[in-house]
């Protein structure tokens, strides 16, 4: 319901739609990510439920509008009243930035600092976009596929400047 | 995790400015994580919240881990309540496979999630009452916490890390001599959650220290993306088991409680009433469990029988692929959410087919009410922050997973 009305009033904003044991999921480009947030919101998609990121490197890493990145940025939302949840997805290209959702959902804020934490995509417009899991100079972003699963170099540590690295910054 | 946050600048200095640290190892935090406030005398100005020292790349984890074997590492998110881990896990995955499990499985596991939520609350108002000084509550309810661990030992051999599902079903049913000692676990945890309301709801030093504490309205809890007690205090009646009922919660009666204004004060009374209320719904379970299979019957999904393994050979075919292939899983998405005693907890699940998730996320319900933290504790005293801290019923297994 919500994808049609999305449909008649943001016309060719979704790309792509499916749905899947009850789940409707739709994407969009990340120029439309604004004005399809405002919409939802207004029409009662009020709880931001969760946001995360997919890594696709096999996916061709192309830039620009409409292009499939390596990266979907995934949203859920729920409406309290109706209790209709809505996931919208947005690819991303390794290197792009995404819009903050900051300024609508305040809940955005952790949830947008733990990609760029594990995936290193950034958000435009975001008033803090630090690490937030693991420490400022850790090597590399872990959830990424090619990030290896036990850390890789056993000392990986090595060279950064950890706070509990002799207490040297550089 | 940056020096710039302890490291004093000039100008903080030459203020009255003091910064203190509360935590990683601090007796409120319970657990790592650790809090930079701001003081002006002994007013909070501002306090950045530090997580992550129990980041243990569960979702990066997961994703070399075939889906039964992600269950154990689900124990150690809400190491409080960890059935419920387990429990929200496996529907996730059954939602993916598009398989509904039997009915003895289900109410079983709406049991023990419901002993869980108890021994979750028990936790968190106990702690909350001492961390606000008022030790006596903690010890009434902590006794009955312990028969709560009791049953879980007595189910599933273990009292915290339990892994008590499995996809399509349970590890096993519940043993003999189970249901009286639930029964009896009923009448004497009711009587001591009406012990604690004696101890703490008209006791005037409690209401001094929580009454207005933390308040929040309704809006700025959905904005920061509250779930659970917290959000249900504020006033807004979201709980997943009445609103997308899953596991035939549908068919329990009980009631949602909210309150008005969201403080600690409302916190703590929506969590006594929810215990009361699971307690309800724990006395429907034992009324109507049914006898009857605890496990799917698809061999493709459930491990058959070990009688069957050890006797026929297409069971013992069964095994072997089971364990060594996994479970076929369709290529797609889902997203699957259960009301735990912290709020709504999601598995975000993408499978391309094979035998390990392909992504796996895990939707901590604290997370979004811990990044709330310095708009709580904002003109608050170090006392009040604690007390909010303990509210909000942060768990740092669940919040760094």
Known sequence: MIIEHIDTQLPGAVTDRHAFRGDQTIVIGRDHLLAVVDLIHREGFQLLVDITAVDWPERPNVQGAGGAGRFDVVYHWLNLASQERLRVKVPVADGESVPSLTAQFKTANWFEREIFDMFGIRFEGHPDLRRLLTWEDFPGHALRKDFPLDGGDPFCMEGCTAPYNNGERS | MTLDSIALSRQQLDGDKMIINLGPSHPTTHGTLRIVLELEGETITKSTPEIGYLHR?????????????????????????????????????????????????????????????????????????????????????????????????????????????????????????????????LVECEAAVDECERLLTHNPIWHDRTKGIGAISPEDAINWGYTGPCLRAAGVPQDLRKAQPYLGYETYDFDIPIGTTGDVFDRYLVRIEEMRQSLRIVRQVLDRLEPGPVNVDDPKVALPSKEKVYTRMESLIHHFKLIMHGIEMPVGEIYSATEAANGELGFYLVSDGGKNPYRIRVRPPCLPIFSSFHDQVKGCLIADAVAVLGAMNIIAGELDR
């Open chain 2, 57 to 185: 790349g569960v979702e990066k984890l997961g994703e070399s881990l075939s889906y039964q074997q992600f269950s154990p590492l689900t124990d150690r998110l809400n190491y409080c309540s960890s059935i419920m881990n387990n429990v929200g896990y496996a529907c996730a995955v059954e939602k993916l496979l598009g398989i509904e499990i039997p009915k003895r499985a289900q109410q079983i596991r709406v049991l023990m999630s419901e002993l869980a939520r108890i021994a979750d609350h028990i936790v968190c108002v106990g702690v909350n009452a001492v961390d606000v000084g008022a030790f006596t509550a903690f010890l009434y309810l902590f006794k009955q916490r312990e028969t709560a661990y009791d049953l879980f030992e007595l189910a599933t051999g273990q009292r915290l890390h339990t892994s008590f599902t499995r996809i399509g079903g349970l590890f096993r049913d519940i043993p003999e001599g189970f249901v009286p000692i639930c029964e009896r676990f």
